[in-house]
């Protein structure tokens, strides 16, 4: 009987063994729930395991650098980022400054253009960026340091600067847009079509977005601050609360970013599992729209394609030198 389990329990070790290879678990970071990453993130890790088999999870976190870090170190192997932050995070500069370059990040798709705005209260009585002189504002973002910038640079579009608003401290984008709802601040800002403008909206009885500034004298003022913003016209849409009417925005590309260390083959099939099921991806969340599969690289300073990418992009003819 003993020499019979032997062979026994060696081929279940080993049938064990190659279930756990093929049912390996890959992660996407994001931030809360709330947030469009976050939203992004679980729409893409749904069409994962129901197209190509992927095991992939999202793992929250709190902000943009945590998010880095935990990508740049393998405690998870994707996440989804504004490419300037990524930038910044593999030159050791800015927010990331003080510690040590984030070398292991790579980009493995372009995803789609990125609208965000400040956005008050209907009621409010503000209705440029100009206005918000004096006004409480979201601000310090210690847990979402991204939220700096991004801010600089919509108040740079209307002159302005930390200085001429009352400076609110918030930690991240979800407490920030809980405290505009309770009255709290009179303004901060969010993605395009994020879940927690809806839910702001409908609490405090309509929100509104402010139109940019988007003059060459603006444009400079904003790339002072990130070098690969830029402005895109935005219109209204069912799905894009606080859009009343077109209004240009600061936009940047949401890129995925993935580790060095992460396999050509998983990187090839997750890129492969969102350029081929856009419409999947749309009907999960409408801000994939935006995402066009005929551009899905373009050069970004100081920042490589992981080669699983590199060769999805060129077996399909989508690589743009």
Same mark, same amino acid.
């Given at each position: 009987?003993?020499?019979?389990?032997?062979?026994?329990?060696?081929? #279940?070790?080993?049938?064990? #063994?190659?279930?756990?290879?093929?049912?390996?678990?890959?992660?996407?970071?994001?931030?809360?729930?709330?947030?469009?990453?976050?939203?992004?993130?679980?729409?893409?890790?749904?069409v994962a395991r129901s197209e190509t088999g992927q095991n992939v999870i999202v793992q929250p976190y709190s902000g943009n650098r945590a998010m880095m870090d935990a990508v740049d170190q393998g405690?998870?192997? *994707?996440?989804?980022?504004?490419?300037?932050? =990524?930038?910044?995070? =593999?030159?050791?500069?800015?927010?990331?400054?003080?510690?040590?370059?984030?070398?292991?990040?790579?980009?493995?798709?372009?995803?789609?253009?990125?609208?965000?705005?400040? *956005?008050?209260?209907?009621?409010?009585?503000?209705?440029?960026i100009e206005d918000l002189a004096g006004k409480k504002v979201a601000a310090g973002w210690n847990a979402f340091p991204i939220g700096r910038s991004h801010m600089s640079a919509m108040l740079a579009?209307?002159?302005?600067?930390?200085?001429?608003?009352?400076?609110?401290?918030?930690?991240?984008?979800?407490?920030?847009?809980?405290?505009?709802?309770?009255?709290?601040?009179?303004?901060?800002?969010?993605?395009?079509?994020?879940?927690?403008?809806?839910?702001?909206?409908?609490?405090?009885?309509?929100?509104?977005?402010?139109?940019?500034?988007?003059?060459?004298?603006?444009?400079?003022?904003?790339?002072?601050?990130?070098?690969? *913003?830029? *402005?895109?016209?935005?219109?209204?849409?069912?799905?894009?609360?606080?859009?009343?009417?077109?209004?240009?925005?600061?936009?940047?590309?949401?890129?995925?970013?993935?580790?060095?260390?992460?396999?050509?083959?998983?990187?090839?099939?997750?890129?492969?599992?969102?350029?081929?099921?856009?419409?999947?991806?749309?009907?999960?969340?409408? =801000?994939?729209?935006?995402m066009n599969v005929s551009a899905a690289n373009k050069a970004y300073p100081g920042v490589e394609y992981h080669p699983g990418a590199l060769r999805y992009l060129k077996e399909h003819g989508l690589?743009?030198?």
């Open positions: 009987m003993k020499k019979l389990l032997i062979p026994l329990v060696a081929a #279940c070790t080993v049938t064990l #063994c190659s279930v756990t290879a093929s049912a390996q678990m890959l992660s996407i970071a994001s931030p809360p729930q709330g947030s469009v990453w976050n939203t992004m993130s679980n729409s893409i890790a749904n405690l998870a192997e *994707f996440a989804i980022n504004d490419v300037n932050d =990524v930038i910044v995070a =593999v030159s050791g500069e800015g927010d990331y400054a003080g510690g040590r370059k984030r070398q292991n990040l790579r980009i493995a798709l372009r995803i789609s253009p990125q609208p965000i705005g400040i *956005f008050v209260r209907k009621d409010s009585g503000i209705n440029r579009t209307g002159g302005l600067t930390w200085d001429d608003v009352d400076q609110v401290p918030v930690p991240d984008l979800i407490r920030a847009a809980d405290n505009l709802s309770s009255g709290r601040i009179d303004a901060t800002y969010f993605a395009i079509g994020g879940p927690k403008v809806a839910e702001v909206n409908a609490a405090v009885g309509g929100v509104k977005f402010l139109p940019l500034n988007n003059d060459e004298k603006a444009k400079q003022a904003m790339l002072k601050i990130r070098p690969a *913003f830029y *402005f895109s016209d935005v219109k209204p849409a069912p799905h894009l609360v606080g859009i009343e009417e077109p209004i240009a925005m600061l936009t940047w590309d949401n890129v995925l970013v993935v580790n060095a260390e992460v396999s050509d083959d998983d990187v090839y099939k997750l890129v492969g599992s969102i350029l081929g099921n856009k419409e999947a991806l749309v009907k999960l969340f409408p =801000v994939f729209r935006g690589w743009q030198e």
